[in-house]
């Protein structure tokens, strides 16, 4: 059991690169851009690449899309051999496809293990997204303090969030990635009596359930958050 555990914390400490872009639908073009972004999925994956994975945006944020494809890393994505990571994201010359779109913005990403992001979209339909811009200085705290609400929500029987760090593009400076396998599920927290939660939260680190938010707050200028499905 202890190895088990073990590996799962080896895998999510692990950092690989992701691609990660928003897109936004322009008007009356939802369902068209839907149907381009799954073809590239499948030619993609023809093509020998790890799958890609798209969030369909339900509510919060201004995005339609968020689409995670891993790249490996730079020289990979760069070399002859990754061409086709380069495929997915079109030219700005492909006037088709910007016919489609009126925003979208690219992050480069550290993130887990390509096995847990494929897993964790696998095994669920409904995911919470948090994006955040840490204060001043306050960028390697932030993911400490996300780190300790893994512990937490594991603590009370909840899935952990994926990390990921943002090393170009954008203006963010982390983003997490939590699945459910609806949004009921994503709701149950709701019904963990105070006692786990407070038990849970100090172990996790923090003075207490109700210091959780506080704390989070207290390390960012801006969070967006944002829940939606999976698009198949």
Do not use: C
Not at 139 to 153: S, T
């Amino acid at each position: 059991m202890s190895i088990v555990i073990l590996l799962a914390s080896q895998a999510l400490n692990a950092q690989t690169l992701y691609k990660v872009t928003l897109y936004r639908a322009a008007p009356g073009e939802l369902l068209p851009l839907i149907e381009n972004l799954k073809e590239r999925v499948n030619n993609y994956e023809l093509l020998g690449g790890n799958k890609p994975y798209i969030v369909r945006h339900s509510q919060g944020d201004q995005w339609d899309f968020m689409v995670y494809e891993h790249i490996s890393d730079y020289k990979f994505y760069y070399s002859r051999e990754g061409n086709f990571n380069r495929i997915f994201t079109p030219h700005y010359s492909d006037v088709e496809f910007y016919k489609l779109v009126s925003f979208h913005e690219t992050i480069y990403s550290e993130g887990p293990d390509y096995k847990l992001v494929a897993q964790l979209f696998e095994n669920n339909s409904f995911f919470h997204v948090e994006m955040f811009v840490a204060l001043p200085g306050k960028q390697g705290e932030l993911i400490k303090q996300r780190e300790m609400e893994n512990v937490y929500l594991k603590e009370i029987g909840r899935g952990e969030n994926l990390i990921f760090t943002v090393d170009q593009g954008g203006y963010w400076d982390s983003f997490t990635l939590g699945g459910y396998r609806d949004i009921k599920h994503f709701a149950e927290s709701a019904d963990i009596p105070l006692g786990v939660e407070e038990k849970a939260a100090i172990k996790a680190g923090f003075k207490g359930v109700n210091y959780i938010s506080p704390y989070l707050r207290s390390l960012i200028a801006m969070h967006h958050d944002t829940l939606g499905g999976k698009v198949e």
